[in-house]
């Protein structure tokens, strides 16, 4: 077993070899612009970028005229959200979004309500899932987009998608969802799920960073959107700058291995995450399960420790890359706004720690890893007079 051990797949992943093998040939031997239509240099490019956006496309029922690559899932948000308040101003201001989305959907909803935008921010129930309902009571006159994340990138919890799908279409309201975490966790289907805009991250699945999509649908109703980015009208319009043929083929590529061994995979990793909870509970006691469990992406693990800090836990794992909630907020030193949405009392907020199973992952690092956390967590509650352990097994364990 090599140290150190990754356990932390929310924030990125490794690129699978595979995907690197794709993307080698498209730095060096094939570099050409997939723009320049007058040479073998750039037809080559080309046919490289319209392949991997059939395999983008395929991963989530989509066409590839549906895909418009990105720099990422950060600007896919802002795209849509943006994009589609901009372009359907004429309909109306509201949008209608989640307290536990991504900053990258937040702080845009933010900025709009600064221009006079509404935004009604839904809360998720203890169990880190929104109500359709909710979603439905929120909807007025003026709402033209839902905005609802698949699965949430701290506690794993996968959201209703279908049924919220099917009622932005019964009220003709655009839906927009981030699966930046459920590309290659879950099934999607665009279609199925009357999904209209929906943003994508390939490092988030074994491909590059900074490449992403925005799937875009083009028929019933075909989506229309402002851009954001001027130039020299790549992707149709909508995102211009030249295209980065290598990471474009390296997600194509990661998108096809993530749908094709989704099933083993899922299946794998779920049987590696349960297992280290299961060492965790039967070791520790006063460890909470923040988040749904039966709805939840199968590589997540969220767990509140009694009466320790998950930084201060962190610091004493050496040797294993844990998190204590999401990387992109880690300049913000502020408790967790999913942990916040969950309504957890405060000394559970600080004290949760995110296990992000992925798929190099092993049995042997499990055990490790559940190892060297029951010597932590002991030695920090040795010093704490916070926590006086009952003596009983795993005392209260779910928040459900
Ligand atoms: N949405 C979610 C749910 C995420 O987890 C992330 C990455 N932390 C993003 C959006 C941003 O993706 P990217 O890094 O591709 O900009």
Do not use: W
């Amino acid at each position: 077993m090599n140290l150190p051990i990754y356990m932390d797949h929310h924030a990125t992943t490794p690129v699978d070899p595979r995907v690197l093998d794709a993307m080698l040939p498209y730095f060096t031997r094939k570099f050409g612009n997939a723009a320049s239509g007058n040479h073998d240099f750039g037809h080559e490019a080309h046919d490289a970028v319209e392949t991997a956006r059939g395999q983008v496309a395929d991963a989530i029922g989509a066409i590839s005229a549906e895909i418009i690559f990105t720099s990422g899932a950060t600007e896919s948000n802002n795209l849509a959200l943006s994009g589609v308040i901009r372009q359907y101003a004429e309909r109306g201001n509201h949008i209608i979004t989640t307290a536990i989305e991504h900053s990258s959907v937040l702080d845009t909803a933010r900025d709009l309500e600064r221009s006079g935008v509404t935004v009604t921010y839904l809360p998720v129930g203890r169990d880190g899932i929104v109500d359709p309902a909710h979603v439905q009571r929120a909807i007025t006159g003026q709402t033209v987009l839902i905005s609802v994340m698949y699965a949430n990138n701290e506690i794993g919890t996968i959201q209703p998608i279908p049924a919220i799908g099917a009622l932005a279409r019964a009220n003709d309201i655009l839906f927009h969802t981030d699966a930046a975490q459920a590309l290659g966790k879950v099934p999607i289907d665009v279609v199925a799920d009357h999904i209209d805009l929906m943003s994508l991250s390939a490092h988030k699945t074994y491909g590059p960073k900074g490449i992403g999509a925005l799937y875009l649908r083009r028929r019933k109703p075909r989506i229309r959107l402002t851009p954001m980015i001027h130039g020299g009208g790549h992707e149709r319009g909508l995102r211009s700058g030249t295209l980065p043929v290598p990471l474009i083929v390296g997600f194509g590529k990661a998108a096809e291995i993530a749908v094709n061994e989704m099933d083993s995979e899922s299946r794998r990793v779920a049987a590696l995450r349960d297992k280290l909870k299961t060492l965790i509970m039967d070791r520790l006691d006063g460890v909470t399960v923040n988040g749904s469990e039966s709805h939840r992406l199968p590589n997540n693990l969220n767990m509140s420790f009694a009466g320790v800090d998950g930084e201060s836990v962190l610091l004493g794992l050496k040797g294993v890359a844990l998190s204590t909630g999401s990387a992109c907020s880690t300049a913000e030193p502020e408790a967790s706004h999913v942990l916040k949405a969950l309504g957890l009392p405060p000394e559970r907020l600080q004290s949760s720690i995110r296990f992000g199973l992925g798929r190099f992952n092993t049995d042997e690092e499990v055990t490790y890893v559940a190892d060297r956390l029951e010597t932590a967590i002991a030695d920090l509650r040795k010093l704490s007079p916070r926590h006086h352990s009952t003596g009983s097994p795993s005392a209260p364990t779910n928040s459900n």
